[in-house]
T-cell receptor
């Protein structure tokens, strides 16, 4: 597609429920990244995919967080048993050529855990 | 510990003047440094990338410098306009696998 698409744009969930966030990268971009941005804070790295493998999962906050990617296409970030501290905007980005032309970000999913 | 610091949370600049934003880092050896713009409710938008062996990069009214000895990058917007008001993020590219962001500087261009 023309840009990185994320869905849903907003999600309100009850504490303890599981949520799935979806990212459609730019066609042909081999690298895909997930970041989290809490209100008024900077971007926090979560996980990086090269193709469908994840060489760097170091940023995942806990084992409640997982992510997968199908080939060089869609990625899903899953948060199990959501907690209030999971409330944030989850941003996805994709890039080609190891990011030498920058990353293209989606508009994010705003997750609110109540 | 590793840190990326952007000089201030907010910066007010009069329209037409040059805005200068600072990014300092410690205990990193980035291959590249990037600058992004973020507007409220939107994802960051890539502006410029500068390599460790480059001193300066320009794009229209934007200029970025990168001093690996000082561990500092400066981001300049010349002839600033109210439409330049946004949060600007510095990001360090660690060997091409991921980039680490600073917290950003909110820039307000005053008409």
């Amino acid at each position: 597609g023309a840009g990185v698409s994320q869905s849903p744009s907003n999600k309100v969930t009850e504490k303890g429920k599981d949520v799935e966030l979806r990212c459609d990268p730019i066609s042909g971009h081999t690298a895909l990244y997930w970041y989290r941005q809490r209100l008024g804070q900077g971007l926090e790295f979560l996980i990086y995919f090269q193709g469908n493998s994840a060489p760097d999962k170091s940023g995942l906050p806990s084992d409640r967080f997982s992510a997968e990617r199908t080939g060089e296409s869609v990625s899903t970030l899953t948060i199990q048993r959501t907690q209030q501290e999971d409330s944030a905007v989850y941003l996805c980005a994709s890039s080609s050529s190891k990011g030498l032309y920058g990353y293209t970000f989606g508009s994010g999913t705003r997750l609110t855990v109540v | 510990s590793q840190k990326i610091e952007q000089n201030s949370e907010a910066l007010n600049i009069q329209e037409g003047k040059t805005a200068t934003l600072t990014c300092n880092y410690t205990n990193y050896s980035p291959a590249y440094l990037q600058w992004y713009r973020q507007d409220p409710g939107r994802g960051p938008v890539f502006l410029l990338l500068i390599r460790e062996n480059e001193k300066e990069k320009r794009k229209e009214r934007l200029k970025v410098t990168f001093d690996t000895t000082l561990k500092q990058s400066l981001f300049h917007i010349t002839a600033s306009q109210p439409a330049d008001s946004a949060t600007y993020l510095c990001a360090l590219d660690l060997s091409g696998d991921k980039i680490i962001f600073g917290k950003g500087t909110r820039l307000h261009i005053l008409p």
